[in-house]
């Protein structure tokens, strides 16, 4: 079964660094997606992206973050300037298409920790 | 505020038991729901959707009743690989709209 990949699986960062997480949604998948879960606590919405353009953004996506589908595979998440409060379970998912009950696939996530 | 609401648990039944779960959702314009398994530090895993007339899948049973704004899952039959967090999450109508999790109920299921 196809499924959606991210790396690395765990990165350590210090404040104020920049990260880049990775992901290769299922490859004819059309709708991409960013959560995010800290530790204990529920599953955010970050971002989602259509053809090529952000489609929704939560609060918590200010300037800090952006989003890229740089080749037609990759789909990254970039947190320019780190915080501690940035340390959190970062889930890529992907799906085929728009109907409401069309099964959104999450990758296996990245764990990011920020010190 | 789009909020879902759950019991956090953790519910701790023998095997076999018959385990309730029940949600809901503040945002009245949510159109599709669903239920979401999680095991820990694993990433969600869709246990099924919940439709308007309810649906059976196995030994899982889910329920909506829009008019209470409320979601109820059925576990019948635990097994101990049934344990595991068990996430409400709710979205509007357009098919690209963002899931609303909530925090998610613990199930351990006990031999």
């Known amino acids: 079964e196809p499924e959606v990949t991210q790396t690395p699986s765990h990165q350590v960062t210090q404040m104020g660094q920049e990260v880049i997480l990775r992901c290769v949604p299922i490859?004819?998948?059309?709708?991409f997606y960013w959560y995010r879960q800290i530790l204990g606590q529920k599953v955010e919405f970050l971002v989602s992206?259509?053809?090529?353009?952000?489609?929704?953004k939560s609060e918590i996506f200010d300037d800090q973050f952006s989003v890229e589908r740089p080749d037609g595979s990759n789909f990254t998440l970039k947190i320019r300037s780190t915080k501690l409060e940035d340390s959190a379970m970062y889930f890529c998912?992907?799906?085929?298409?728009?109907?409401?009950?069309?099964?959104?696939?999450f990758g296996n996530g990245t764990r990011l920790t920020v010190t | 505020r789009k909020e879902v609401e759950q019991d956090p648990g953790p519910f701790n039944v023998p095997e076999g038991a018959t385990v309730a779960f029940n949600c809901t959702y503040s945002?009245?314009?949510?159109?599709?729901f669903f239920w979401y398994r999680q095991d820990c530090r694993k990433e969600p895993k869709l246990l099924m959707s919940?439709?308007?007339s309810g649906n059976e899948d196995g030994r899982f049973t889910a329920q909506l009743d829009r008019a209470s704004q409320y979601i109820s899952l059925l576990i019948r039959d635990s097994k101990l690989s049934d344990s595991a967090t068990y996430l409400c999450?709710?979205?509007?109508?357009?098919?690209?709209?963002?899931?609303?999790f909530g925090k998610g109920t613990r199930l351990s299921v006990i031999a």
């Open positions: 998912a992907s799906k085929g298409g728009q109907g409401v009950y069309s099964p959104l696939h």
């Open positions: 999450v709710a979205s509007e109508e357009s098919g690209n709209t963002p899931l609303v």
């Open positions: 945002n009245s314009a949510s159109q599709s």
């Open positions: 919940v439709y308007s």
């Open positions: 490859s004819n998948h059309l709708y």
């Open positions: 992206f259509y053809n090529n353009e952000i489609s929704e």
